[in-house]
Every structure is written in C-alpha cells, then in structure tokens.
C-alpha cells in the first residue's frame, strides 16, 4: 500500500479563500484522522471518523472548517473563509482500531494563508 | 497546562550515546504513542503502548501505567535519530492529547 496519501503538500492562499485539503487513507483502515500543527500549539487532533462517520469534531476550531468522508477511501477538510491564524501542517492519519494499532500519517499538507 | 508533560525540551548528544525521552501524563489513558518527526516534517509511528515495554532495533519504549508514565530509549544513538520525538496518549474516553516534542539532535 502507497500509504495515506495526501493533497496539495503545499497550499499558498488569500486570506478569505477556501482551502480544500483531501486525504486518501490506507485501504482497510476503519479510522480517519485529521490534526493541525502549529508552532504554538503543537498538533492537536481536529476530528476523526469511523467507518466515514464523525465520532468527534471537538477539536474543530469553530465553524469555518468542516470535514468530510464521502466514502472509505476519501475525505477532505475544508476551510471557509480562510484566516492567517489558519497557517499550519495539517496532518491525515488513519489506523485499524481506535487504541489498538499503529496510527499511519501523511506526508501533511502545508497550508499558508497570506 | 498541557496534560501531557515531556522531558527534555530539548536534548544535544554525541553519537553512541543513550538516549532517554520521558512523558507524564494525568489521567487514565487506554493507549500511548511515541511518534517521530524529522525535520522534512513527515511523522512516523514508531511505538503504541498499553502496557509493559516494546522494543524495536535500538529503540525501547516503556510504560507505568500505575505512574502514568512512559520513556523512550535510544541506544547507540545516531545523527539520523536526529528528530522531535512526540508522546501522544489517548485517554479513556477516546480524547487525544500531544506531548509538546522533545527535539533531539545527535551530533556525530
């Protein structure tokens, strides 16, 4: 398996616009997770799905972001409008069980908001 | 305060040497990981703990459950160990929480 594969690496965008950043987990992972990393923050996990269902969106910032899982092998995080403080790696991961296993992360998107 | 607490920040070590990483935690956890970012910035899942000990080449990580404490080992360490090491427990109920890293450099 290629691993979890994710898109853009690198996103360079205006203050305002919509940023749509897209994870392909690891065939067979019944878990999907999405975290930001920040200088400040450190990572911190944003939401994560079972089986393409939300079980948690605590960690969202607030309601300019929204993730989804159309389906198994498929799921983007989506930032609308776009704010400078948004600037950070966002990382997809995804894994067998919830405590179980081994978590599998992206190579991370790197997202610049100017 | 972050609830997962890990020392050192930062650590500075001739290579050869053994390395020792450690993280606290506070509450009850059902699962514990040691992930590994070098400086390109890709992580990498080095260790899930519950319980006991794991080892993996020169790497030996370690959990007390009832201290709610868990240490990584390095043995024999080299330039390319070079990373930030990161703790990352997952509490009883399910919540996710990350150690700030501790940043190792390994100088040949």
């Given at each position: 398996d290629a691993g979890v594969i994710q898109s853009p690496r690198h996103e360079v965008t205006e203050m305002g616009q919509e940023v749509t950043l897209r994870c392909k987990p690891i065939s067979g992972h019944d878990y999907l997770f999405w975290y930001r990393q920040t200088m400040m923050r450190g990572l911190e996990l944003l939401i994560y799905f079972n089986n393409n269902v939300?079980?948690?969106?605590?960690?969202?910032?607030?309601?300019r972001f929204s993730a989804k899982m159309p389906n198994a092998s498929f799921s983007t995080l989506k930032i609308?409008?776009?704010?400078?403080?948004?600037s950070a790696v966002y990382f997809c991961a995804s894994s067998f069980y919830l405590s179980g296993n081994t978590i599998y992360f992206g190579e991370g998107s790197w997202l610049t908001v100017v | 305060k972050n609830e997962v607490e890990q020392s050192p920040q930062n650590l500075t070590a001739q290579e050869g040497e053994f390395i020792t990483i450690n993280c606290s935690y506070s509450v009850g956890i059902s699962a514990l990981h040691w992930l590994q970012q070098h400086p390109g910035g890709g992580i990498v899942s080095l260790f899930m703990l519950s319980s006991g000990k794991k080892k993996h080449g020169r790497l030996i990580a370690t959990i007390n459950i009832q201290e709610k404490h868990s240490s990584l080992h390095i043995t024999?360490?080299?330039?390319?160990?070079s990373a930030v090491y990161i703790c990352a427990v997952r509490y009883n109920n399910n919540d996710m929480r990350f150690g700030a890293g501790t940043r190792l450099t390994v100088k040949p």
């Open positions: 939300p079980i948690d969106d605590s960690g969202m910032p607030e309601d609308q409008p776009s704010e400078p403080r948004d | 024999a360490s080299h330039p390319r160990d």
